[in-house]
């Protein structure tokens, strides 16, 4: 009896387990113009990125595992990547959370692709923290 109840346990736990890496939405990022949005204090800044920006973004937000949360960073569609009509809030704080509108879903970059995000968007006059 014990070893069917550890086998019905192992299979309950690795259905589980399967079911919520399936589950998982990835960033996809279409090919298509990219348009930086900065609206705050006196900025008001919409440019298209150069192609080169563009394809630095599209690497390194594509397979991004998005997921529910509520994260406590601050996002703002007035600092924003808009992609192919999505839209991609970049956290107000610094932080390196974005945030797909579309989908309700955030997902994170890490430390080395926030600061280069960040100094990438610096130079079309986005400036962080911009709470």
Known sequence: MKKYIVIFGSLLLLAVIVFSFSSC??????????????????????????????EFVRKI?????MVS?????GFSENVALIIDGNTYCIACDGCG????????????????ETETLHNLLKEYGFYFPCI
């Open 69 to 73: 949360d509520d994260p406590s960073c």
């Open 97 to 112: 959370t974005v945030y797909h509108v579309e989908e309700d879903k955030y997902f994170h970059l890490s430390d080395k």
């Open 61 to 65: 937000f594509h397979g991004k595992t």
């Open 25 to 54: 939405a990835k960033v996809e990022i279409a090919k298509g113009e990219m348009l930086a949005v900065f609206q705050y204090g006196e900025m008001d800044i919409r440019k298209s990125l150069y192609e080169e920006d563009s």
